[in-house]
């Protein structure tokens, strides 16, 4: 029997209704930092597929069966769904739910059917969108820059676009830690790369000219926000009469 008192505001409902009717049967909905993932099962049905053992969990799966039911959606909760208790260290959790993100991310695929996670990450672009006041929580505006990333279908050639979110959990750090500009490619190095680096004597040499750190714009070009402050390699882009 249920207790929770809560319920979804009509701004909410409406946005379920929107959102809830987007995703494509068998797609998946798995909320940021919820600890619950939903798979669509029908046009009227989504199912509980996972849940990790916190009160957190149980109270967002509680809300998010509420929300969909008020937009006529109902719930499937499967017997004996495991459920994964979550590590006690706030960083272990975070790279759990991550890792989880990860292993959902393996099952996207383009509009042909294509799994996304086959395509060639090296191919793809950061492109910027726009410049949005975003609202902070003591109520002033701040600029945000989005951004999307342009990603190549190798079956179909359509060029998807992908939250820069969801392409990180797709071609993991190395691929997402590096910009292209119009002639150089910066990818981004870890302390631990430059401390190997300096051990190496490679900032004695004279080669530190190589080493970047990027800024906002570079030349000219817009800097995507997660590469902005990092100490980066760059390289030189092929010709076209080099490729």
């Known amino acids: 029997m249920r207790t929770m008192e809560w319920q979804p505001t009509n701004d909410l409902i409406e946005w379920g209704n929107e959102h809830f009717a987007k995703i494509p049967i068998d797609g998946v909905w798995a909320p940021d930092d919820s600890g619950v993932q939903y798979r669509k099962m029908t046009e009227t049905s989504f199912a509980l597929i996972f849940m990790l053992n916190h009160p957190m969990a149980q109270d967002h799966h509680e809300k998010f069966t509420l929300l969909m039911?008020?937009?006529?959606?109902?719930?499937?909760?499967p017997d004996g769904l495991e459920m994964a208790t979550p590590p006690l260290d706030p960083n272990a959790q975070a790279e759990m739910q991550f890792q989880a993100k990860q292993e959902l991310a393996q099952t996207?695929?383009?509009?042909?059917?294509?799994?996304?996670?086959?395509?060639?990450?090296?191919?793809?672009?950061a492109e910027y969108i726009e410049t949005v006041d975003a609202e902070t929580s003591n109520g002033k505006t701040v600029p945000i820059d989005l951004?999307?990333?342009?990603?190549?279908?190798?079956?179909?050639?359509?060029?998807?676009?992908?939250?820069p979110d969801d392409f990180h959990l797709l071609a993991g750090d190395e691929i997402f830690m590096q910009w292209?500009?119009?002639?150089?490619?910066?990818?981004?190095?870890?302390?631990?790369?430059?401390?190997?680096?300096?051990?190496?004597?490679?900032?004695d040499e004279g080669v530190g000219g190589m080493f970047v750190i990027l800024g906002k714009e570079r030349?000219?070009?817009?800097?995507?926000?997660?590469m902005w402050g990092i100490t980066s390699i760059k390289t030189n882009l092929p010709t076209s009469e080099e490729e």
């Open 69 to 77: 039911e008020a937009c006529g959606f109902t719930m499937e909760e």
């Open 180 to 203: 292209k500009s119009t002639t150089h490619k910066y990818t981004a190095q870890t302390r631990e790369q430059l401390v190997e680096y300096a051990e190496n004597g490679a900032f």
């Open 108 to 125: 996207w695929a383009c509009e042909c059917g294509y799994p996304l996670a086959n395509n060639d990450f090296e191919k793809s672009k």
């Open 219 to 226: 030349n000219g070009e817009r800097v995507p926000p997660w």
């Open 147 to 163: 951004w999307r990333i342009i990603l190549g279908c190798n079956s179909c050639g359509l060029d998807i676009n992908v939250d």
